[in-house]
Nanobody, 121 residues
């Protein structure tokens, strides 16, 4: 069974940091481009960051540039989130796509179940 499992979410104060992990089981992530997405209450799901198969190419939403860093190591992808703001509160999802070089919101092959990040004092 092919699965992506996110972890690392939680409650953090504004200005704090969290590191999210996305682990694959049942398949190897080597052949997949991986994206992080998020959905805040009452809002559409949006792309946060995307990393190429080699890890050599990354991109970020303007709202998180300079604060979030995506990386990958073996069969896990990470999202380091620093200087968190209340507007970063959302359920964060990782997703994998094999035959694309980007991370389209509605074109990914596999999705995790999501992990909740709450930024609040």
């Amino acid at each position: 069974q092919l699965q992506l499992v996110e972890s690392g979410g939680g409650l953090v104060q504004p200005g704090g940091s969290l590191r999210l992990s996305c682990a694959a089981s049942g398949f190897t992530l080597d052949y997949y481009v991986i994206g992080w997405f998020r959905q805040a209450p009452g809002k559409e799901r949006e792309g946060v960051s995307c990393i190429s198969r080699s890890g050599g190419s990354t991109n970020y939403a303007d709202s998180v540039k300079g604060r979030f860093t995506i990386s990958r190591d073996k069969n896990t992808v990470y999202l380091q989130m620093n200087s968190l703001k209340p507007e970063d509160t959302a359920v964060y999802y990782c997703a994998a796509v094999r035959y694309r070089s980007t991370c389209p919101n509605y074109g990914m092959d596999y999705w995790g179940q999501g992990t909740l990040v709450t930024v609040s004092s």
